[in-house]
């Protein structure tokens, strides 16, 4: 590799050869007479050279400083060759030289003055410089375009670590190094627990302390300790966040996380390209771009950490994020459990919801500064002070006393001590400062109190000037920051309204400092004013203020902040100063100096502020002091003052910074416009109701049509360019919630939308309120559709172009409340309508959000697909829900009566079958056919019977049904399927009690028992449960013991005990011993017995021994018998039946033969099988089944072979558990 030093010097001896070869030759050329033209080529080329080493020299400096290695086409041998053309070039013109140096006459020529190089050399000296110019030339191109690359590398790479953190947290470590004093935090820093949380990975500290206690400063030495560690090993990651209260999005957790994954990016190319590829996912180069996800960023920082040996993180203030502290505190521990290598070092108040969540999974160390702190900060204080003449102390005495009075006083609080030190300072004497020093208020909030309360002991002016001031600090998000300047301009600002001000009177820094004592400070660029510690702005925001009439004027609130600012911005706009004539370009000063001093800078952050913190007045809920709305009167009078077109010129180039300035100054300067115009496109209601007072017929005094649009426009109205950056006045305004009061105003006093495309540049306002949408507020696309905005074909083609997927990410609830609006203004009526309505709700759709589950939001035909609708009355149907039903009937798809599931079932069987007699009832009510009957044959008396539910069997909704239909009932009752059973019969056969009880008691009694082809009593002898049997007899029904149809004993359900076996031996005594197809009864029932699919569980062993005894006949090789007894022995081997042995013993008994007979089933066969398929271990209850067969075994037949050459006794004895002797 190149020496980059090497290069750079070698280039900078060539540039000198090729320079003094040029002056030589081009001074020959110039004193010479008649100089060849060859020289003359020798003198541009050496030009030229000298042209092409600049660059290159250059170029070399730039890698020599940056110590990287030098492109591949800037090489040592290359100067070596061109120096030694140049040195043969200086040497040969040695002759000439002096010549041409001394010639003094610069206009006579020298004749006779030889060129020293004939022709030919001079031609191959141009030859060979013009060859290494271009392999020169050729290194600098390649080299230029390498670090061009590298150049767009590294904006690339900006970029995308820019992205994710939009919030830089080294600006507030700048300035916690700066507020430490040398020598605090040792104990902390140098303590064991400490020191094993920077060197052992997975450690988690908490240090939580009280307000004022330095956390800060404290967290600052604890990066700076990280910072030092990763200087020393190797792989070590660090990563720090500071939480501000002074910054809302300090306290979002996904800036947070943002900070932290770009801080690790930073330091490993890994963990770059991990951070790179997110980026790539959110921000495609085609597509919408999205933004970065607080669950995502926590996978990015996962994926990171595998890069690092050890992260140290470092996250100050979760106490400081407001509402959010909880949340942030759940994220970062997460964090910690999911990655085994972070080491975290969280800073906090002990407050109880951060205590919930970090006190089981951290070591909480309790950082109440230490004396040793304390007595440091207080000398160093002290002396800074009284070097400073901030405190003047003439007794050395009263020096050691404070020194010792303020370190036992404080109880771990630096705030405390340095609020003593500032109210000592504002002591006259010694004496005063020792009364003072022996009456300290004990804490915090008693110190803030007693300054206000030195603050009302002092002039008017000072007491106004301090309630100013702290209002001014605590403004959020404002749309430029105030300067410590601009704040001192601001709050000297006479409170009189439309007076004529002297520059003379805005108040010093130092007199806003000295004024509000304790309560601020300087920023860490010493730029702005701001709050002196989070405890001061959480004082003068508690409640207890307002309860003390001497302290409420200082109390802070969001209603308050804004009211008071607004006020002042309006006093400062209607200063007499700015009383003249409006001037079309008010960036080029527009009459606002005052005296010396420019006032512009100041005019603009009144102009474009104002309106915005009286809607944050409003936004509140509450009303505008009489001040300020007094104000707003004054500026926007109908008259239209000077004071008036020179705010709203200057408010409209505020919004377009000379973008197509000369068409909204053509706007506003409109003699049409009228000041009601331009506060209802502000929003402000208060005074916009006051101009709306003063006409008596808006129609008739101003453009009514036009006022509803500039309302819905907003913003719009004044802007035709999207304004992108965030910091922007125009998206300030843009992000504004709006509210619709003063539009219900303009349309309850008449005010209509003329429809106009032109109002606005050519756009529409439904362009206009999609924009607004975009930006999660929806009133104004609401209030267009409410006023009665004719939608067109064009409205959706602009809609369609914003509606898009990734729309309103983030507002997902004011989506839902869009939708619930469409809905309930039937927007969806219409045509275009509806294609609006579709738009939204597949836009929500492909965005994934949660409300879309919801199908009732909107008609069903816009949320519900074909297949989807289907489902959802099937739904409704099946959960007997009528309203649901409805809703589904609304869709001009549905028509109840000819409606089937995807089965083909009939709606009217789906809920007969799932017994929802209210829909039942409904559909019939609507006319839906009661007779139809399915493919089978089946109305829906008959899918009453398969009910597919537990729900409640109501008889009085058929009973009202029958009722009311008559004969046509009656013969549904009667109707009969294709297999020939009417719903009596298919209610005994399902075993369905309820209904089967209810149509016997309709209509069974006029039926013969074997009105069917089965018997009705064999049907109940059939079902499981006894309660059917028991209602033909208990209902006198006729049982015909002759008939021949009627044999119940042939129909036993297997399942039947011995209750329903007496009961039938009652009624039909004689059934046991008859004959069905030259079967028994008993015979009969084990053959279907043994076919059947599933045996139940319960099947009773004396119900079998009963029918044994009854069955005197039985043979011993009855097929039917060994087939049952088969399947009982089978079904062992899946399926424990406890009762095994007891139903299997009466056989045996009887002396069913075991063997294998001429049917290919044997019971010793099957018992052989159990242990042939169990690979687990034997069960006791086969071996006893098997020994209990064994004993009925016939010695002479154990010698049969089967087809595989094995003897059951082979089988038996090989059987695992089985002892062969």
Known sequence: MADPLSIASGIAGLLSLAGAAFHVVHQYIRTAKDAKDFVKALSKELQSLSSVLQGVKILAEAYEQDETEPSVGLRLEHISACSRVLDDILKGTSSIRDTVKNQKSRTSKVENLKWPFRKSKTDELINELSRHKATLSLALDAASLSALVDCLGKVKRECVLNFFMPIDPSPNLQSSWKLRHPGTGIWLTESLRFRTWLLEEGSKIWLSGIPGAGKTVLAGAAIREALQQVATVS???????FCDYKNKKTWNITNILGAIATQLA?????????????????????????RPKAEDLHEVIIEESEAFDRILLVVDGLDECGDNAEIVSRVLSRLNQDIPNLSSALFSRDEPGIRDVLQDQFDQIDIAAHSEDISLYVGAELEKRIEQRQLRINDMHLKDEILLILTTGAQGMFRWVACQLDAL????????????????????PETYERILVRVNQKRRSVQRLVQLTLRFLAIEHPIQLLTAAGLCHFVSVPEKSGTKWDISSVVTEQEVARACSSFLRKSADGRLFEFAHFSVREYLQNSSLLERPDLKPYHISKSSINDTVASQYLRFLQLKNFDCKPCRAPGDGCGLCAGKENLGSLYTVAAASWPMHVQAVENCGSHSSAELLELQKSLLHPAKSNVYMNWVTRFCWCLHQKVNTEYVLDLVLEPSLSTLHVAAALDLTEVGTWLLGTYTTINSEVQADSLLEFSIAGIFAFVKDVIQDASHAFSRYKYRSRTASLMDQLSSRGAKLSGSSQR???????????????????TPLKCLLENGWNLCSEDISIASCWFTEGFCKDQENELRNLVKFLNTHEIHKTREGYQLCALIWNMAIRS?????????????????SDAALVETAVSAITLDDVQALVTCEQDVRFNIREFKDKDEVYAVHIAASWHAFKILKYMLNAG????????????????????????????????????QHGAEFEKLMDAVNHEGQTALDMAFEISNINVAKWLFEKRGRELSCCHGKICIWDKAANAESIALLQMLKDSSYPCHTDCSAGRPFHALNPGAGMEKFELLNTLYPSSLKSCTSAKLALESCLSRWARQTVLPYTMDGSVIQALLHKSETLSATSPAAIDFCCRIISETSWRRFERTIKILEPFLEHGIDVHPGSGSRSMLEEACNLFNITTAQVR???????????????????????????????RVCTAPGIDPE
């Open 235 to 241: 792989n070590v990651g660090v990563a720090f966040f």
């Open 266 to 290: 930073w330091q490993n190319e890994s963990a770059f390209a991990k951070l790179k590829q997110y980026h790539n996912e959110i921000k495609p180069r085609q597509g919408m771009q999205l």
């Open 425 to 444: 300072g504002e002591c006259i004497t010694d004496a005063d400062r020792r009364t003072a020093l022996y009456e300290l208020p004990k804490t915090l």
């Open 760 to 778: 606005f540049q050519g756009r529409r306002l439904m362009q206009i309120t999609c924009n607004f949408a975009a930006c999660g507020n929806m």
């Open 848 to 864: 994934s959000h949660k409300f879309t589950a919801d199908t009732s939001l909107l008609p069903s035909s816009i949320t519900l």
């Open 928 to 963: 839906c056919e009661m007779r139809r009957s399915d493919s089978d044959g089946r109305n829906f008396l008959h899918m009453l019977t398969r009910s597919n539910t537990s729900r409640t069997f109501d008889a009085s909704v058929l009973e009202e049904i029958r009722a």
């Open 1180 to 1210: 006791d209850g086969d071996i006893h089944l098997l020994e209990a067969i064994l004993d009925r075994v016939d010695n002479k037949k154990l010698n049969r072979y089967d087809r595989y050459g094995s003897s059951i006794l082979h």
